[in-house]
């Protein structure tokens, strides 16, 4: 059973820049699809920024085109989002996840692994 762990999470004034990270320490992550997803209160979870296991093509959503980035390091065995020009609607918690061979699709219902979450508040 692949279990993940996000960190990098926290309060931010609006503007601001965080990095998130998700790694494993049982199997490597090359293999996998990596998606991060965001679920606010009363929301439903949604597909931030995913990333294939193949060519690393990745999928934004666009309300965070153009301020997040996603990306891996393999040798490492982590996964990021680089998440700048926060705004306060991106207040949520985030959740890694982790599709076998997956493609980066953006519904949550591919990914069978998840982290545990970390809260991002973007609040001045």
């Known amino acids: 059973q692949l279990q993940l762990v996000e960190s990098g999470g926290g309060l931010v004034q609006p503007g601001g820049s965080l990095r998130l990270s998700c790694t494993t320490s049982?199997?490597?992550?090359?293999?996998?699809?990596i998606g991060w997803f965001r679920q606010a209160p009363g929301k439903e979870r949604e597909g931030v920024s995913c990333?294939?296991?193949?060519?690393?093509?990745?999928y934004y959503a666009d309300s965070v085109k153009g301020r997040f980035t996603i990306s891996r390091d393999n040798v490492k065995n982590m996964a990021y989002l680089q998440m700048n020009s926060l705004k306060p609607e991106d207040t949520a918690v985030y959740y890694c996840?982790?599709?076998?061979w997956g493609a980066g699709s953006p519904s949550p219902h591919e990914y069978d692994y998840w982290g545990q979450g970390t809260q991002v508040t973007v609040s001045s």
């Open positions: 990333i294939s296991s193949t060519d690393n093509s990745a």
């Open positions: 996840a982790a599709d076998l």
């Open positions: 049982q199997y490597t992550l090359e293999y996998y699809a």
